[in-house]
């Protein structure tokens, strides 16, 4: 367990139906970050939330839909997704940004299957 | 932009040093992390270089150089529990960690 916990560990949805993936941290950080992991790709940052507010969203298609409600909690919500959003998703936080030295603690993330 | 690349997968003998590179091109830096990722499992912080020279960390060194946007990861007296997967990772921005597509070590007996 690295402080930040993630759930489910795995899912599978169809594409018509809607989920939502959840991350709590309990290291007391600022900043909440969802990635995006796929086979032979680098990681992919979809959001960022510091103190709760959105700072960036790379070009994340709609169907994607964060909440950050609290400093502790990041939920990512999913509708109508596609099979090529089948992928480990991972949820990280840290202090103050990127600029930490000890750069993001990760979750164990949620293996994501679209059928 | 941001272009990080690292070699796709490793081989190397239990016992041995393995050195595993990371090249980067990137509009502004602040720094450079590796991670290790265990299959399945959560990526973990190893190390983190601001300034140029090696930072040393018991098994684990690694080593910058910001002129030739340039790093590596030493692995000392290899393991087969550091069978995984290596991320270079390089910040730029506040809040940003643009991550490399890993390599993958294997440790063979």
């Known amino acids: 367990e690295t402080g930040v916990t993630q759930t489910p560990r795995h899912l599978v949805m169809g594409m018509t139906n809607k989920k939502s993936l959840k991350c709590e941290q309990h290291l007391g950080h600022n900043a909440m970050y969802w990635y995006k992991q796929s086979a032979k790709k680098p990681l992919e940052l979809m959001f960022v939330?510091?103190?709760?507010?959105?700072?960036e969203n790379n070009s994340v298609p709609s169907r994607f839909s964060p909440e950050c409600p609290n400093s502790s909690h990041l939920f990512l919500h999913l509708h109508t997704l596609q099979p090529e959003d089948s992928a480990l998703y991972l949820c990280?936080?840290?202090?103050?940004?990127?600029?930490?030295?000890?750069?993001?603690?990760f979750g164990s993330g949620t293996r994501l299957t679209v059928v | 932009g941001q272009n990080i690349d690292q070699p796709t997968e490793m081989t190397a003998t239990e016992g041995a040093i393995v050195q595993i590179n990371c090249t980067y091109q990137?509009?502004?830096?602040?720094?450079l992390f590796w991670y290790q990722q265990h299959a399945g499992e959560a990526p973990t912080f190893l190390s983190y270089n601001v300034l140029d020279g090696l930072e040393e960390k018991g098994r684990f060194s690694s080593f910058l150089s910001r002129s030739k946007g340039y790093s590596y990861l030493l692995l000392k007296e290899l393991q087969m529990k550091d069978s995984a997967s290596y991320l270079c990772?390089?910040?730029?921005?506040?809040?940003?960690?643009?991550f490399g597509k890993g390599t993958k070590l294997s440790v063979i007996p």
């Open positions: 939330y510091s103190l709760e507010e959105r700072v």
């Open positions: 990280a936080s840290s202090q103050d940004g990127s600029r930490s030295n000890y750069g993001y603690t």
């Open positions: 990772a390089v910040t730029a921005g506040s809040y940003q960690l643009t």
């Open positions: 990137t509009s502004g830096f602040n720094g």
